[in-house]
Nanobody
Framework: QVQLVESGGGSVQSGGSLTLSCAAS????????MAWFRQVPGKEREEVSA???????TYADSVKGRFTVSRDNAKNSLYLHMNTLKPEDTAMYYC??????????????????????WGTGTLVTVSS
């Protein structure tokens, strides 16, 4: 069992930066992939970024070039460095962890990070 607690959310003006943190406990997360999701009321939760146990990462198109995900296994932590924030980045941000699923493709393989464990979220508000 993994417990996840997010922190670092807040209010920032458009163009500003924030770094979110996610602290894991209950189990070491070295073997897990970890991900950041966000949700706006009335909309589906979307995956923002994920990082596998080997450091491989993925990003939603909407945040590529602006957000950077990182993990520190020694600290059992996950981070999301958010730059050039936009009002449309306003959302509740959630940390998640799971065991990586690897799937074959026509050109090789791809991986997904299932959200088996969830944090309770941290709110990011970006004003214009």
């Amino acid at each position: 069992q993994v417990q996840l607690v997010e922190s670092g959310g807040g209010s920032v003006q458009s163009g500003g930066s924030l770094t979110l943190s996610c602290a894991a406990s209950g189990s070491t997360v070295n073997k897990y992939c970890m991900a950041w999701f966000r949700q706006v009321p009335g909309k589906e939760r979307e995956e923002v970024s994920a990082v596998d146990s080997d450091g491989s990462s993925t990003y939603a198109d909407s945040v590529k070039g602006r957000f950077t995900v990182s993990r520190d296994n020694a600290k059992n932590s996950l981070y999301l460095h958010m730059n050039t924030l936009k009002p449309e980045d306003t959302a509740m941000y959630y940390c998640a962890a799971g065991l990586t699923i690897v799937m074959p493709t026509t050109t090789g393989t791809r991986w997904e990070c299932p959200a088996d464990y969830w944090g309770t979220g941290t709110l990011v508000t970006v004003s214009s």
